[in-house]
């Protein structure tokens, strides 16, 4: 017995080519996603990390500063002291002091300055290579200190370079310093390449 | 230890070589004219049995009144010291004899009291400022300064 056929409406093409679109779908999201270093050989793809270019400078410019030899009054000794073995400076990456401005790109300027000495700071800033950042060490550098109406002490030393960090103390502990460095860290990480 | 030498001991000494150079006298210092310093700074180092071969320290005192320029010498060779003082009382332009042919050691400290107190050293061979730079108005450590 010929079983009578369920009338159908005729077959819409908006519906026919919307059934054949979730086929495919459906089809597509069933196959394993594709290696995208699958092109690599064994040896390697397990050498191989993939990140921005940002990312790797500023790791690579944080983890090694080379801080400029330069000290001006007694905050020089606590720059002097973080840097031998109790303190231990080269664990922030800050192995050498530089003598010359050229190999250097972080200047702490430890200790008052004088008019008759900003000339000469500011040429060695001026020497010193792009990127390059400057630590203000102790009262005296950040505003003059005790010395701010002197005749002969520059109020701060932002008034003749750019200072990044203050690192306020009189002198400061060893350990603000390090957390003036790390401060710097911090600043070097937010940096990009574009603005450069 | 290097003895003091009594000032007013060594006083007479002095006005015997050269008379009405003595100001005043103590203990501890001898005051004498700034006309006569170079006369007095030149027997003090020639004669053999003082003998001051050495200027240890050169430096200035502001008395409002009055200016005063110390010297400290001191002879090696006896080790034994002294004081010498002189005045002077015009503020616009103290002028001091220079005893840079005596003592070499007073070149940069008589050019450093320039720089400070702006006392003029007479017959210094290159008197200008020693810490301050050129240009620098006025002399810093005088008490009417500001």
Same mark, same amino acid.
């Given at each position: 017995?010929?079983?009578?056929?369920?009338?159908?409406?005729?077959?819409?093409?908006?519906?026919?080519?919307?059934?054949?679109?979730?086929?495919?779908?459906?089809?597509?999201?069933?196959?394993?996603?594709?290696?995208?270093?699958?092109?690599? +050989?064994?040896? &390697?793809?397990?050498?191989?990390?993939?990140?921005?270019?940002?990312?790797?400078?500023?790791?690579?410019?944080?983890?090694?500063?080379?801080?400029?030899?330069?000290?001006?009054?007694?905050?020089?000794?606590?720059?002097?002291?973080?840097?031998?073995?109790?303190?231990?400076?080269?664990?922030?990456?800050?192995?050498?002091?530089?003598?010359?401005?050229?190999?250097? +790109?972080?200047?702490?300027?430890?200790?008052?300055?004088?008019?008759?000495?900003?000339?000469?700071?500011?040429?060695?800033?001026?020497?010193?290579?792009?990127?390059?950042?400057?630590?203000?060490?102790?009262?005296?550098?950040?505003?003059?200190?005790?010395?701010?109406?002197?005749?002969?002490?520059?109020?701060?030393?932002?008034?003749? &370079?750019?200072?990044?960090?203050?690192?306020?103390?009189?002198?400061?502990?060893?350990?603000?310093?390090?957390?003036?460095?790390?401060?710097?860290?911090?600043?070097?990480?937010?940096?990009? &390449?574009?603005?450069? | 230890?290097?003895?003091?030498?009594?000032?007013?001991?060594?006083?007479?000494?002095?006005?015997?070589?050269?008379? !009405?150079?003595? %100001?005043? @006298? /103590?203990?501890?210092?001898?005051?004498?004219?700034?006309?006569?310093?170079?006369?007095?700074?030149?027997?003090?180092?020639?004669?053999?049995?003082?003998?001051?071969?050495?200027? %240890?320290?050169?430096?200035?005192? /502001?008395?409002?009144?009055?200016?005063?320029?110390?010297?400290?010498? @001191?002879?090696?060779?006896?080790?034994?010291?002294? %004081?010498?003082?002189?005045?002077?009382? !015009? *503020?616009?332009?103290?002028? %001091?004899?220079? @005893?840079?042919?005596?003592?070499?050691?007073? !070149?940069?400290?008589?050019?450093?009291?320039? !720089?400070?107190?702006?006392?003029?050293?007479?017959?210094?061979?290159?008197?200008? *400022?020693?810490?301050?730079?050129?240009?620098?108005?006025?002399?810093?450590?005088?008490? /009417?300064?500001?």
């Amino acid at each position: 017995m010929a079983i009578e056929k369920y009338p159908m409406e005729p077959l819409n093409e908006v519906d026919v080519a919307e059934g054949l679109r979730i086929d495919s779908l459906m089809a597509a999201s069933r196959q394993s996603i594709p290696d995208p270093d699958s092109w690599l +050989d064994e040896e &390697i793809s397990r050498n191989v990390l993939v990140t921005t270019v940002d990312y790797v400078l500023d790791w690579a410019r944080s983890r090694s500063i080379f801080p400029l030899m330069f000290g001006l009054a007694c905050c020089a000794f606590e720059m002097i002291g973080t840097a031998a073995s109790r303190f231990d400076i080269s664990r922030f990456g800050m192995d050498i002091f530089r003598w010359s401005p050229r190999q250097a +790109d972080l200047m702490i300027v430890a200790g008052t300055l004088t008019w008759k000495m900003a000339p000469a700071v500011k040429l060695v800033y001026e020497q010193m290579p792009e990127p390059k950042w400057v630590i203000a060490m102790g009262q005296c550098s950040i505003s003059g200190g005790p010395f701010k109406e002197s005749y002969s002490v520059v109020p701060g030393v932002n008034r003749i &370079i750019p200072v990044d960090v203050y690192v306020p103390g009189c002198p400061p502990r060893p350990e603000s310093l390090l957390y003036g460095i790390t401060k710097i860290h911090q600043k070097i990480v937010k940096e990009s &390449i574009k603005k450069a | 230890m290097t003895t003091a030498l009594n000032g007013e001991q060594l006083a007479e000494k002095i006005i015997k070589a050269s008379p !009405d150079a003595v %100001v005043a @006298v /103590d203990k501890g210092a001898v005051v004498v004219k700034s006309e006569s310093l170079y006369q007095v700074a030149e027997f003090l180092k020639n004669t053999p049995e003082l003998d001051f071969d050495y200027l %240890v320290n050169l430096t200035v005192v /502001d008395y409002m009144d009055y200016f005063e320029v110390v010297y400290h010498l @001191v002879s090696l060779k006896h080790n034994h010291s002294l %004081v010498l003082k002189t005045r002077c009382r !015009d *503020r616009e332009k103290p002028v %001091v004899p220079s @005893v840079v042919g005596l003592w070499r050691s007073a !070149d940069f400290q008589e050019r450093e009291v320039y !720089d400070l107190m702006g006392i003029v050293f007479d017959g210094h061979p290159n008197l200008k *400022r020693l810490l301050l730079w050129e240009g620098f108005v006025g002399h810093p450590l005088r008490r /009417d300064y500001l």
